[in-house]
């Protein structure tokens, strides 16, 4: 019983006082199987509340080190390349002389304080920035907004979806008035256009659409990544201008990715039939469902394949998918959502390939440690800044 293990986080969520009954359950359990337990518990929680800044001594260090080390190499053998990380999965559980003293001393030598350690990179949340066309600016989010608009279209917005109704009475002629909507790093929204179409606006993300759609096709402008339900109409189609891509479609499910600092494009059909034109490569390509195309930018190459689409669209179902992805890439598209910098200490560690589904609204903090319990890659995170090292 005395090697029983515990995550860190369940330490500091203790000394914070944040602990459900569930958790003061099983932290009671653990500081009383064992005298080390509680000494080991009392000497983190004395470091916290006086925020002194003594060194550990040289006997926690190396005796953590070699729990650790020993751990390592018990796991490496059987996890060697591959690292699955789970979002209703295995509990992120370290030894507590593992977790505790070097915790502390990375965070020391890193010249930080205690209070950055506890310092959460939180996930994104519903919020928008809805530009009329004449210049009115709302925020989305919180706020309900019930608006009229000068077409007759009436816009009705709560905390994660903006809708259109359309006047009762047809009218001629009508002008193609675009409004804006903007989603920030750290946000998510949802839109109804006034044809019936649902849009999920991922993070740093952007769509210019009509407000009431005219004349002989629906166009829409897009830039960073969205998921499209549209709403068929065989009499006028449905166009995505997305990066280098126009996406033509009567009405289907599918995702675009097209963020202006990534190298590639994506179209990804999860039903009906799209066909996707590359402007600069002047050629079309028809996608049956599991289908995506690629645009490089760089190279100018495309590439049409069979993919699992939950990969590319599972985010607006509050999940991700990550199949032998770059820790890079990963980072990447974590950092839109939880709104925070990367920077690298070693450029190599880029490169490390990683696989597993995470849930969108999980603790950073958690995912971080999970990744370091199965790898060498270390994080530090300061304020808004993950700092990646081996």
Not at 4 to 24: F, M, N, V, W
Not at 150 to 176: C, F, H, M, W
Request: proline share 2%.
């Amino acid at each position: 019983m005395g090697n029983r293990q515990i995550s860190t986080r369940l330490i500091y969520r203790k000394i914070e006082g944040l602990l459900s009954p569930a958790e003061e359950e099983i932290f009671d359990t653990w500081l009383n199987e064992d005298v080390k337990h509680r000494r080991y518990y009392e000497k983190i929680r004395d470091e916290l509340l006086r925020d002194e800044k003594r060194e550990l001594s040289k006997t926690e260090l190396q005796e953590a080190w070699s729990i650790f080390e020993n751990r390592m190499q018990k796991q490496r053998k059987v996890e060697k390349k591959r690292f699955f990380i789970w979002g209703t999965g295995i509990a992120a559980a370290v030894a507590v002389v593992l977790g505790c003293c070097l915790f502390l001393y990375t965070y020391r030598h890193s010249d930080l304080k205690i209070q950055s350690v506890v310092q959460k990179i939180v996930p994104g949340q519903n919020n928008a920035v809805l530009e009329l066309a004449d210049g009115s600016v709302y925020y989305l989010g919180e706020k309900h907004y019930s608006l009229q608009e000068k077409t007759g279209n009436r816009i009705i917005a709560d905390s994660t979806r903006l809708s259109y109704v359309s006047p009762q009475e047809e009218q001629g002629t009508r002008e193609i008035v675009y409004n804006k909507l903007s989603v920030p790093r750290g946000g998510e929204y949802q839109i109804e256009l006034e044809d019936g179409t649902r849009v999920w606006l991922n993070s740093a993300s952007r769509l210019n659409y009509p407000v009431a759609f005219a004349g002989e096709s629906r166009e829409v402008y897009l830039e960073g990544e969205a998921y499209f339900e549209v709403k068929r109409d065989t009499a006028r189609p449905f166009v995505v201008h997305a990066g280098e891509q126009d996406i033509t479609v009567l009405g289907t499910s599918f995702g675009v990715t097209c963020y202006a600092g990534e190298v590639s494009d994506y179209t990804t059909l999860v039903s009906g039939k799209v066909k996707v034109n590359f402007r600069k490569t002047d050629k079309s390509y028809v996608l049956q469902p599991g289908m995506q195309v690629a645009f490089n930018k760089e190279s100018g190459v495309v590439t049409e394949r069979n993919v699992d689409v939950a990969e590319y669209v599972a985010w607006k179902d509050g999940v991700y998918v990550f199949k032998q992805k770059r820790l890079e890439d990963i980072l990447t598209t974590l950092a839109r959502w939880y709104d925070f910098q990367v920077f690298y200490r070693s450029e190599d560690v880029k490169n490390v390939m990683f696989s597993g589904e995470i849930k969108r609204f999980g603790d950073f903090s958690y995912l971080l440690s999970l990744i370091e319990r199965t790898s060498d890659v270390k994080f530090v995170i300061d304020k808004k800044v993950v700092q990646v090292m081996r």
